[in-house]
């Protein structure tokens, strides 16, 4: 009898061990590194999520959905219309994170976290920048610094009081890219190309000033060795016409002032070997070559 009560609870005792099997088996859960698991037992989302690491003893039948909670880039493109009507393309980047506490009430709320960021990061984002580019008085500003700082600020500012109610954490904006209107692209580069033909003449005048000012200080140095020249011949002139003077004055005063330079010119004469003849004045008292000076002396 006992052997076939066995028997007869064997299929019982198999199912109930596999029963605990299952259970035991599906009570451990491990979350991934950077993720939150967001458990539901028949529709019912748990309030508190689940960090990274192993979950022991919990509800086998929870359906799990996981959150990345990494930090992320989403990449928007969109057409920005400013004051003067036109569209500038811009590209930015925004850095976000699913916030991992609230990762229940978006369960709740939109679904994933794609759609998170679909239903509410996407829309606002372009809203926002439609609106920062009311903002700004004509297209090519966008190219300004001060214009890109500004619009970055305000995106951030702006996606962050709208975002971190909803469960997403957002870090940065980023401007990637701005690609203004052709017709705009074509006049900025005519005006670069007027400002180098400009800064070329403005270097070509300069060049040509640094030449005349060269050509005027050497005209000004030509004209003061000029004058210092001028300045030397007169006063070499002037120390002429004084020795002139002098000697003139030494004639006057002492008639025999010449016969003295006679003398002298006649002994250098004799000094030179090539003199061989001289002629003389024989009538003078004071015979001298070539000359006859002797009206400066009474002859007797």
């Known amino acids: 009898m006992a052997r076939l009560d066995i028997q007869k609870n064997l299929p019982i005792a198999l199912i109930v061990g596999a029963i605990v ?15 939150v698991g967001v458990a539901a037992l028949f529709g019912k989302v748990k309030v508190d999520g689940y960090p990274q690491g192993l979950h022991i003893l919990v509800n086998p039948w929870y359906e799990w959905t996981l959150f990345d909670a990494r930090e992320k880039t ?7 219309p400013s004051q003067d009507q036109l569209q500038t393309r811009l590209d930015v980047s925004v850095q976000y994170r699913i916030d991992g506490a609230m990762a229940p009430l978006i369960l709740e709320g939109t679904g994933n976290a794609e759609s998170a960021v679909r239903v509410h990061l996407i829309p606002k984002l372009r809203s926002l920048l439609r609106e920062q580019g009311k903002s700004i008085a004509r297209a090519e500003d966008f190219f300004l610094e001060e214009t890109q700082d500004t619009l970055q600020l305000a995106l951030t500012e702006g996606l962050r009081d709208f975002l971190s109610p909803k469960g997403i954490i957002v870090t940065a904006v980023l401007i990637r890219d701005i690609t203004l209107p052709p017709f705009i692209v074509e006049a900025i580069e005519k005006k670069k190309e007027r400002e180098q033909a400009v800064e070329q003449e403005r270097a070509e005048l300069e060049r040509v000033r640094t030449e005349l000012q060269q050509q005027v200080a050497r005209a000004e140095a030509g004209r003061e060795a000029a004058t210092q020249q001028a300045e030397t011949k007169k006063i070499l002139a002037d120390a ?10 030494a004639i006057a005063q002492n008639p025999a002032y010449i016969q003295l330079q006679s ?7 004799s000094k030179d070997p090539a003199s061989k003849l001289y002629f003389m004045d024989g009538s003078s008292s004071m015979p001298l070559p070539l000359m006859h000076i002797g009206g400066m002396s009474n002859p007797e």
Request: net charge neutral; no cysteine; proline share 5%.
């Open 74 to 80: 989403h990449l928007e493109s969109a057409n920005v």
């Open 21 to 35: 099997v299952f259970i035991l088996a599906n009570s451990f859960k491990t979350i991934p590194p950077g993720q």
């Open 263 to 269: 003398l002298e010119a006649l002994k250098a004469i």
């Open 240 to 249: 002429q016409a004084y020795e002139i003077t002098q000697i003139n004055k």
